[in-house]
């Protein structure tokens, strides 16, 4: 059951044009979405998050945007650079009880920005 | 200084034998977390330590069992390996568990059971 889609496992884009990477979720209890980028080799790291409360986050070239009623969140990177060449998670969170609250990941989508 | 570490970074062996892999984060955090990445992608968390006691128990096997002995360290043991058990695990970190904790991963540690 997955609760969270990337269905473009992958996407190409030019240098200094906008990178945008989409998450769908089923999962109406979440309540805060975290975008994590990996390079190969490395662990994930922290990059962008949003609340439920919000609909836009902006963070220099990195902007999330929420839509609660789609249960759909973006994120655009403008303008993409080569070093943005990265596998980009979705990572939305729920509170597993006991203020405990756990990341479900999506597949993540591997971005190649081209010099 | 690395944040998050594991050993080993790579881990060939038999199905059967049994396995450890460590982790310890310097970062002061008070939870830790191990994550299976499997072949399909997908990053799942398994389990989740504060203070040492464990929090979060996913629907694990129980060849797998973490142990904390102290919070710098969250270890991770399996018994009986098992084909389906090759993945990639990643252990993380962050301080506390609720509110909007950022998790510091480790580089990972790829296991492969033959």
């Known amino acids: 059951d997955q609760q969270v889609k990337q269905n473009s496992p992958s996407l190409s884009v030019q240098e200094g044009r906008i990178s945008i990477l989409n998450c769908d979720y089923t999962?109406?209890?979440?309540?805060?979405f975290l975008w994590y980028k990996k390079y190969p080799a490395e662990g994930p790291t922290f990059l962008i998050s949003?609340?439920?409360?919000?609909d836009k986050n902006e963070d220099g070239r990195f902007t999330v945007f929420l839509n609660k009623s789609a249960k759909h969140l973006s994120l655009h990177i403008v303008p993409s650079q080569p070093g943005d060449s990265a596998v980009y998670f979705c990572a939305p969170r729920k509170d597993s009880g006991g203020s405990n609250y756990k990341l479900t990941f999506g597949k993540g989508t591997l971005l190649t920005v081209n010099p | 200084d690395t944040a998050v570490s594991q050993t080993p970074k790579y881990l060939v062996t038999q199905m059967g034998n049994d396995k450890s892999i460590k982790c310890e984060q310097n970062?002061?955090?008070?939870?830790m977390y191990w994550y299976k990445q499997d072949s399909k992608k997908f990053l799942k968390i398994m389990f989740s330590y504060n203070n040492k006691e464990l929090i979060i128990n996913e629907t694990v096997p129980n060849r797998f069992s973490p142990k904390s002995p102290d919070k710098a360290h969250l270890n991770l043991h399996i018994n009986s390996l098992e084909l389906g058990d090759s993945a990639v695990y990643f252990c993380?970190?962050?301080?506390?568990?609720?509110?909007?904790?950022?998790?510091?991963f480790g580089p990972g540690t790829r296991l492969l059971v033959l």
């Open positions: 999962n109406s209890m979440f309540d805060y």
């Open positions: 949003i609340s439920s409360i919000k």
């Open positions: 970062l002061g955090h008070d939870t």
């Open positions: 993380a970190s962050s301080q506390g568990a609720g509110g909007r904790e950022t998790q510091y």
